[in-house]
């Protein structure tokens, strides 16, 4: 069976509304399915009436801060009806948007005019992202690419790259677990982190509660892999694998097109 239990739609910052990411999920075969949008779940109120093809995992990635790093936090087999997770998509809700009217205000500074309002207009309401902010400073033509403008204006470092309105780790987590949860650090190659640190964001995410690892996300390398499968065990957390899916076309990222995960692991769904 292929577990696919990372992807988006676009009720965050993926392309797809919930039916058609279901139908392409489909096509790919994927068996079990999670939609995992930045910090809301109203995908779960779009959802089409029949998903007995598959099996749907509900599912939602946290945004927070470990020391300097922004990281996420993947809360799998979640009761969508729990106050708790009711809880969470109501303060990160309000977070990123206090957190896009700042984005706004500093780029203006930068000379992108009605970036706010841009972004907002390309959103789908309740979810403001950089991936909006982007796409606005590339209909202005401030820049050719998504690349280039998160290289310019949204990176690392750069003016759009604000952080601290989230809740803390333990947070997240507590909320994830209260709502029946598993909690799970989402990609935690992406963060560029060295072998040193990662080993430290993995600790501090276990002493707050956390209790799964993505190892497998996307296409990787397969020492990458073995890598993370590795620590994953050494930790004794459990595993996770998806594709991060928010579009089509981008193969790396593409539904249920991954490497299955290592037999040395606890796959994260025997807890389900």
């Known amino acids: 069976m292929i577990f696919d239990l ?3 739609t676009t009720l965050s910052d993926g392309a797809l509304v919930p039916a058609a990411l279901i ?6 075969g ?3 399915l999670a939609i995992t949008d930045h910090d809301t779940l109203d995908a779960y109120k779009q959802l089409p009436l029949d998903t007995d093809e598959i099996k749907l995992v509900p599912g939602i990635e946290l945004s927070t801060q470990w020391q300097t790093t922004g990281i996420h936090v993947l809360g799998l087999n979640i009761d969508l009806d729990s106050d ?5 998509t109501q303060f990160q809700t309000g977070a990123r948007l206090e957190r896009a009217c700042q984005i ?3 780029l203006k500074k930068h000379g992108i005019e009605d970036a706010f309002t841009g972004a907002q207009k390309l959103s789908s309401g309740g979810y403001i992202g950089r991936p909006h902010f982007a796409q606005h400073i590339i209909n202005i033509g401030k820049a050719n ?10 990176g690392a470092g750069k003016a759009g790259d604000v952080k601290k309105h989230w809740a803390d780790l333990p947070q997240i987590i507590q909320w994830i677990r209260d709502a029946n949860g598993i909690a799970v650090l989402a990609h935690p190659l992406k963060y560029k982190l060295t072998g040193t640190k990662l080993k430290r964001l993995l600790d501090g995410f276990i002493e707050a509660g956390g209790q799964g690892m993505e190892v497998v996300s996307g296409r990787q390398l397969p020492q990458q892999t073995r890598d993370m499968a590795q620590l994953c065990e050494q930790k004794n957390l459990l595993a996770s694998c998806g594709s991060d899916f928010h579009l089509p076309g981008k193969s790396w990222a593409e539904l249920g097109q991954f490497a299955a995960l290592p037999d040395n ?3 994260v769904w025997d807890c389900f």
């Open 84 to 88: 708790a997770i009711k809880a969470a």
């Open 145 to 154: 690419s998504m690349r280039a403008a998160f290289r310019k204006y949204l």
């Open 104 to 106: 706004g205000e500093k």
């Open 23 to 28: 139908s392409r999920a489909k096509e790919k």
């Open 265 to 267: 692991v606890v796959p």
């Open 30 to 32: 994927v068996d079990v």
């Open 6 to 8: 990372h992807s988006h």
